[in-house]
C-alpha cells in the first residue's frame, strides 16, 4: 500500500500550475461538499428508524459514507483523517442547514457541475489528465491533497 506521501508526491505532478492549484484549492472542497449534500438527499428512513437518535446530521446516507470514507484515511494517517473529519462535520453541518432553505439536491447537482467544469477547465490549463483517470482512489487524494497544501506549514 501507498503512503500519504506517495500519492502527494504522484498526485502533485499534475497539479504543477500555480492557476490548476488555485482552481483545485476551491472545486475539490466544493465537489466533496456537494457529494456530501447529495448523500443527505437521498431518503434515510432505516438509518434513522434503527438509530432513533432525532439527529438528521448524522442520520443519513452522507454520515455512512463518511465513515467508510475515514477508514481510507486512517490507513494512510491518523492526522489527516482527523483532519479530513472536521471538515467532513462541517460539511455536513452546513448542508443540514443549506437544505432547511433550498432542496439540497438540487444546490448539490449545481456546486458539483459548476466544481468539475472547473476542475477540468484547470487540467486544461495545466495540459495534464486529471489522476483519477489513472486511479480512482485519487478522488480521495485530491481533497487530502488540499488540506495539506493550504494549512501545512511547509
Keep these: 500500500m501507498r503512503t500519504l506521501d506517495q500519492w502527494f508526491a504522484e498526485y502533485a505532478v499534475s497539479h504543477q500550475n500555480p492557476t490548476n492549484k488555485a482552481i483545485h484549492y476551491i472545486c475539490v472542497p466544493a465537489i466533496f461538499f456537494s457529494i456530501v449534500g447529495l448523500l443527505m438527499s437521498i431518503p434515510s428512513t432505516i438509518i434513522a428508524n434503527t438509530l432513533q437518535l432525532n439527529a438528521p446530521i448524522i442520520e443519513n446516507w452522507a454520515f455512512v459514507v463518511l465513515l467508510l470514507v ?21 460539511c455536513l453541518v452546513i448542508n443540514y442547514y443549506i437544505g432547511q432553505i433550498v432542496p439540497l439536491w438540487a444546490f448539490s447537482i449545481g456546486v458539483f457541475v459548476i466544481a468539475w467544469i472547473g476542475q477540468f477547465y484547470g487540467h486544461n490549463i495545466e495540459g495534464k489528465k486529471p489522476s483519477f483517470l489513472k486511479d480512482l482512489q485519487f478522488l480521495l487524494i485530491g481533497p487530502a491533497w488540499v488540506v495539506e497544501n493550504l494549512f501545512s506549514r511547509k
Design 70 to 90: 475515514l477508514v481510507f484515511y486512517i490507513r494512510l494517517s491518523i492526522s489527516m483523517a482527523l483532519k479530513i473529519a472536521v471538515f467532513s462535520g462541517i
